[in-house]
């Protein structure tokens, strides 16, 4: 019997996907006319996953004990864009490509640092010439008390590793300041830990296919 350890994977196979940072900010108007913005709180990624009658029965049972396993909000998941999975110039994954310095390229950088703002981090020991372009996912990763942990950002500019295999690039949203120095920022199957939208998932009737549509909806949960 194998034990559920959390936050667990979810299953594959949507008709349609929803994954987006959302922003928690107010109009600020002031008396001379000018529009102003307060931020009340950081970026999160919202989630909604449809489900459509063409996945097979086997994957939509996934979807069914995946829901019923995350009792509500109670429990954590690995939520991800599912068309992002790798980055646009290795959409099949990293194998044959070398570090600049030398060494197999996973995905992973070396080592990595970030400006003031968070939101231009400088990823190291990727290979020579490697392309980040608009859109691509990086994920921090490391465990917290045996617990694994997530932060996740998007590329919102192109950017290329220069010779010695380093390169900076601009996303969003910025890199949350609870990210340890020691995470490993990583584009090899990016995700965030998510919690279940009680209120907006829906799993629908099963057809005569045996097979149930429906949706579900989650939000990122930071946690150090």
């Given at each position: 019997m194998s034990s559920l350890v959390f936050p667990i994977a979810m299953p594959q196979g949507v008709a349609s996907e929803y994954f987006e940072p959302e922003r928690v900010d107010a109009i600020s108007p002031t008396t001379d006319g000018a529009v102003g913005g307060v931020t009340l709180g950081f970026p999160l990624w919202r989630a909604r996953w449809t489900l459509g009658q063409s996945i097979s029965r086997a994957t939509s049972e996934e979807w069914r004990a995946f829901v019923a396993a995350l009792r509500g909000q109670q429990r954590t998941f690995l939520g991800y864009d599912q068309g992002r999975r790798y980055p646009l110039s290795a959409p099949a994954g990293f194998a044959g490509l070398m570090r600049a310095g030398g060494g197999a390229f996973d995905g992973s950088a070396s080592s990595w640092a970030v400006n003031a703002?968070?939101?231009?981090?400088?990823?190291?020991?990727?290979?020579?010439?490697?392309?980040?372009?608009?859109?691509?996912?990086?994920?921090?990763?490391?465990?917290?008390?045996?617990?694994?942990?997530?932060?996740?950002?998007?590329?919102?500019?192109?950017?290329?590793?220069?010779?010695?295999?380093?390169?900076?690039?601009?996303?969003?949203?910025?890199?949350?300041?609870?990210?340890?120095?020691?995470?490993?920022?990583?584009?090899?199957?990016?995700?965030?830990?998510?919690?279940?939208?009680?209120?907006?998932?829906?799993?629908?009737?099963?057809?005569?296919?045996?097979?149930?549509?429906?949706?579900?909806?989650?939000?990122?949960?930071?946690?150090?």
């Open positions: 703002d968070r939101d231009e981090p400088t990823l190291n020991g990727f290979p020579s010439g490697f392309v980040i372009s608009i859109g691509d996912l990086i994920m921090w990763r490391w465990v917290t008390g045996g617990v694994q942990r997530r932060a996740l950002c998007r590329a919102v500019r192109p950017a290329i590793a220069n010779g010695s295999g380093s390169v900076t690039v601009i996303v969003e949203p910025p890199l949350p300041t609870l990210t340890p120095g020691t995470a490993v920022a990583d584009m090899k199957e990016p995700t965030c830990v998510m919690k279940q939208i009680s209120e907006e998932t829906k799993l629908g009737e099963k057809t005569r296919t045996l097979r149930i549509g429906g949706t579900v909806a989650a939000i990122q949960v930071l946690l150090p």
